[in-house]
């Protein structure tokens, strides 16, 4: 069965950086990340494919970079450049299309992980 850990969340201060991995248990596959933030809906952040090529929401491009390790399985979320807009609980998944052009997801959500931005 397939099966995604989110894990590196944590608290960063305006401007700072952190990065977020994502575990799977499965076959190697396209991924993408996703974040709520409270009160609002989940949103698409960036996505990338089984052979590397990457996706980004427009909210995040030039700030976050995403990658692969194939050989651990797992996909990471570079995020610099921190905003308090960027509080949230992020979240990977597999998603519907390529590029990525909605927050709905193939499978159910995981605990995720959160991070906060705040001076």
């Known amino acids: 069965q397939v099966q995604l850990v989110e894990s590196g969340g944590g608290v960063a201060q305006p401007g700072g950086s952190l990065r977020l991995s994502c575990a799977d248990s499965?076959?190697?596959?396209?991924l993408a990340w996703y974040r709520r933030a409270p009160g609002k809906v989940r949103e698409y952040v960036a996505g990338?494919?089984?052979?590397?090529?990457?996706d980004y929401a427009d909210s995040v491009k030039g700030r976050f970079t995403i990658s692969r390790d194939n050989a651990k399985n797992t996909v990471f979320l570079q995020m610099n450049s921190l905003k308090p807009e960027d509080t949230a609980v992020y979240y990977c998944?597999?998603?519907?299309?390529?590029?990525?052009?909605?927050?709905?997801?193939?499978?159910?959500w995981g605990l995720g992980t959160q991070v906060t931005v705040s001076s």
């Open positions: 998944n597999v998603p519907w299309n390529w590029p990525v052009s909605t927050a709905t997801s193939r499978y159910g």
């Open positions: 499965g076959r190697i596959k396209t």
């Open positions: 990338i494919t089984s052979g590397g090529s990457t």
